[in-house]
């Protein structure tokens, strides 16, 4: 009896140790260098804010994120964009902002093929974390 026991404890431990390997798993992470503000203010085709109106997550996923996100600008800093345009925004990896309905965000970035993309580890993020980099951004607008 207890070498069977012994036997069901260790395929126990088997099969837990199985399920971790065999469970899909997604490991995201951003590493960046960032350079000061002005970099990013020279590079940068367009600096907006936008609020997010829509949101849509991807279902297929086991753990669904949003991959898109409908955007409307709010006031712009740099670029030939007019403030109310809407786009829908493509998240174009780990480092671009997780958007979150109603809220804005500061966005550096470009334009490619017809779709707006972040330059990946800008000052790209919420607004209401960005006061001071906003100020200094605009010192080297006002600069420039």
Known sequence: MKAVLKNLTSIRYVLVTLTFFLMPAKVKACDCVMYPVNYYVKKSRYIII?????????????????????LEVTRV???????????????????DPRFTKNEEYLLFCFRKKGSYHIYHCSYSGEKSASSAIIREMEKELRHQ
């Open 50 to 70: 936008v609020k997010v109106i829509e949101t849509v997550s991807d279902s297929s996923e086991l753990y669904p994120e949003n991959k898109d996100a409908m």
């Open 77 to 95: 800093f740099k670029g030939k964009i007019k403030v109310k345009r809407r786009f829908t925004f493509k998240r174009d990896g780990n480092c």
